[in-house]
T-cell receptor
């Protein structure tokens, strides 16, 4: 299996610009998670989906952040407008149903720098 | 509230030696799962080992093993025969099956040649 795929791997943008991060979960996994990692706050869960439906978005920092999962193999995290404090590594993770449904597998992350 | 604590910000180990990373957690749940993830400089989060709370037997994966003490709410990771490639940040994580992970703050492991 190819694992969780994220794109782009690196993104540099200017304050005020729209940023879109993309994720393809492991085939057959029905849970998808978006995390943000910073030095100050560590790993934070932003939102997670089950069967393409958002279940908990309480970690989304503010209205500038939005996430969608139009189908089982694709999700996006959008920041509009971006701010320098959004600079972080953003991870997507997925997990399957069944016995190991609680084990999350992470993508390589997207390193975002907002100037 | 559920919490995960890693009290060692940094550890060092000589190559081929054994090192133990500590993790404690707090929960009122009886059924939960614990994990250790490795994050090398590439930033990729790699699952090292997982433990189901209902299992008394400690999980092992090759050179990696855990010491799970449920009553003490302790979940330490032992790395045997340490290798240079083991150098990374190690995160302890907890979930009670709600699919929300709670991560510790991490322990940076240095492996000395």
């Amino acid at each position: 299996d190819a694992g969780v795929i994220q794109s782009p791997r690196h993104e540099v943008t200017e304050m005020g610009q729209e940023v879109t991060l993309r994720c393809k979960p492991i085939s057959g996994h029905d849970y998808l998670f978006w995390y943000r990692q910073t030095m100050m706050r560590g790993l934070e869960l932003l939102i997670y989906f089950n069967n393409n439906v958002p279940i908990d978005d309480s970690g989304m920092p503010e209205d500038r952040f939005s996430a969608k999962m139009p189908n089982a193999s694709f999700s996006t995290l959008k920041i509009q407008p971006s701010e320098p404090r959004d600079s972080a590594v953003y991870f997507c993770a997925s997990s399957a149903g069944g016995h190991h449904q609680e084990t999350q597998y992470f993508g390589p992350g997207t390193r975002l720098l907002v100037l | 509230a559920q919490t995960v604590t890693q009290s060692q910000p940094e550890m060092s180990v000589q190559e081929a030696e054994t090192v133990t990373l500590s993790c404690t957690y707090d929960t009122s749940e009886s059924d939960y799962y614990l994990f250790w993830y490795k994050q090398p400089p590439s930033r990729q989060m790699i699952l090292v080992i997982r433990q189901e709370a209902y299992k008394q037997q400690n999980a092992t994966e090759n050179r990696f093993s855990v010491n799970f003490q449920k009553a003490a709410k302790s979940f330490s990771l032992k790395i045997s025969d340490s290798q240079l490639g083991d150098a990374a940040m190690y995160f302890c994580a907890f979930t009670s099956g709600t699919y929300k992970y709670i991560f510790g703050t991490g322990t940076r492991l240095k492996v000395l040649a």
